[in-house]
């Protein structure tokens, strides 16, 4: 009954955000987003730096795909207590392997058009950690019946602000609700209710990567600099943001029901 209060006060908060973001004065893209600091080009390829390093989602993304083919149907696994808790990790290891290709695609010629593919599976990825993070502290039911509607809110974020963008005044709040307020989610759940297996503090290791991750984004041309031109902030955002993708491999390889 208590869980059940929680879920409906979350959902109920939740709703009254969208709305918030719906309402509230647009937030354009900045005009100078597209202009990264490192824009040398390699063996043919543009902006190479900010697009190889990319490749470092397909190796987490994949690492995380990997393990769970490997576990599926193994009776020993320790990883999920019922097989359907699965699901959203499926989801959010599929958009960390699309990250790679979705952001390559964006880096190769960075623009609005491109950034659409960029954003998707960041944000899909980000709302199947919620997803996980419902199913194993507060509801599996509830966590695994709200998997397709954060997807598809997810998704529907970022077409909204793209929509915005074609009709010349780009509006970003759905999307940054649906990045943000998801992350902040996590983080309050977990703080409110333990998880149903070992190693549930690992969870504040990831985020705490992803936001530094974004503080290296914001600096980008600072990092530059600071390097002397050998590595951007940019580039340093990919490989944090991959290595805490990673890190959720690492906590899923470890724990065990607790007892």
């Known amino acids: 009954m208590k869980s059940n209060r929680h879920l409906w006060l979350l959902a109920g908060i939740s709703v009254l955000v969208i709305i918030a973001a719906m309402i509230l004065p647009p937030t354009a893209q900045p005009a100078e987003y597209h202009r990264f600091a490192d824009r040398r080009s390699f063996f043919g390829i543009p902006n190479f730096n900010d697009v190889i390093s990319n490749l470092a989602f397909l190796l987490s993304g994949s690492a995380g795909l990997v393990f769970l083919w490997r576990i599926h149907g193994n009776p020993t696994q320790t ?96 999307y940054i609700v649906m990045q943000f307020y998801s992350i902040l989610l996590i983080v309050w759940i977990s703080l409110r209710f333990p998880s149903r297996y070992t190693h549930g ?37 990919h490989l944090i943001a991959a290595i805490a993708a990673y890190g959720i491999v690492r906590i899923l390889r470890k724990r065990e029901a607790v007892k």
């Open 79 to 174: 990883a999920f207590q019922d097989r359907k808790e699965s699901w959203p990790y499926w989801v959010l290891f599929l958009s960390i392997t699309s990250v790679a290709f979705g952001s390559i695609h964006y880096h190769w010629a960075p623009d609005i058009d491109h950034l659409l593919w960029d954003r998707l599976p960041i944000v899909i990825a980000i709302t199947a950690l919620l997803s996980a993070t419902l199913v194993e502290r507060l509801s599996r039911t509830a966590g695994l019946w709200a998997l397709p509607l954060l997807v598809v809110l997810a998704v529907l974020s970022v077409l909204y602000w793209y929509w915005t963008e074609q009709q010349g005044a780009g509006n970003l709040n759905f």
């Open 201 to 237: 503090n690992g969870i504040y290791q990831i985020i705490a990567l992803y936001a530094v991750a974004k503080v290296f984004e914001m600096l980008d041309a600072q990092i530059f600099a600071w390097t002397n031109g050998w590595i951007s902030g940019h580039t340093f955002k």
